[in-house]
């Protein structure tokens, strides 16, 4: 596991992190955002029940979010 | 050539199927995902953004979304017999090496993300560029998020 971005920021002058890093490929990130938008925002699991299976998920998997 | 290693994963891919990506003849999550269209429509644009990349060819895109399902025990779709079969075997010296530089990366994201080597990442920036290393990165992620879909809600399983 890497400890230093593998990929620059898309950005100048910008740290490298997720949304910098994956605006090098705008139209992905714009469909992301479309979609983690949706995920979130509407349907019928209240967002403390995502937002804890969200966390779940990041510590079984190491993910530092 | 071969370059990086892979860890020997006992895999089972089913072939002879020439379902879409999205499954719209049948079979996988997207189908339930119509339970929520709006999710389902986004999802959809989102995947279909992420293989249009202009600087990933597209078969680099199919042999890794194969490979990934073969990992996973799912349905290969999208890439001959003869390919699958090589793929299974993991003979990286019968591909492309820029296509040799993505499968490593497409063997590891299943289950094996955190040995996903700096210097395997490197070699992926070399042969497609930072976008296109961003676009196959995703791509890898989402295809593996597909197979887990699949089986979480469609029960496809090894």
């Known amino acids: 596991m890497s400890t230093t971005p593998r990929i620059g920021s898309a950005i100048p002058g910008a740290p490298a992190e997720f949304g910098t890093v994956m605006s090098h490929t705008p139209d992905i990130i714009a469909k992301f955002g479309d979609l983690y938008a949706e995920f979130w925002q509407q349907g019928l699991i209240s967002q403390e029940v995502k937002e804890m299976t969200r966390i779940r998920n990041a510590r079984i998997t190491d993910c530092g979010y | 050539m071969v370059i990086g290693h892979f860890t020997a ?117 070399r042969a497609f560029g930072d976008a296109g290393c961003v676009s196959l990165l995703t791509a890898l992620a989402f295809f593996d998020v597909s197979c887990r879909l699949n089986a979480t809600m469609t029960g496809e399983v090894s």
């Open chain 2, 9 to 125: 994963i006992d895999t089972q891919g089913y072939l002879g199927s020439n379902l879409s990506l999205l499954g719209t003849d049948g079979g996988t999550f997207i189908e339930a995902l119509a339970l929520r269209p709006a999710l389902q429509t986004k999802y959809a644009a989102f995947l279909d953004a992420i293989e249009s990349s202009d600087a990933v060819p597209e078969r680099v895109f199919r042999l890794c979304r194969a490979r990934i399902a073969q990992i996973h025990g799912q349905q290969v779709r999208g890439i001959s017999a003869e390919e699958a079969t090589t793929l299974q075997s993991q003979r990286l010296d019968a591909f492309e090496l820029s296509e040799q530089t993505a499968l490593i990366a497409a063997e590891k994201i299943p289950y094996q993300h955190h040995f996903l080597e700096d210097e395997e990442v490197e070699a992926i920036k």
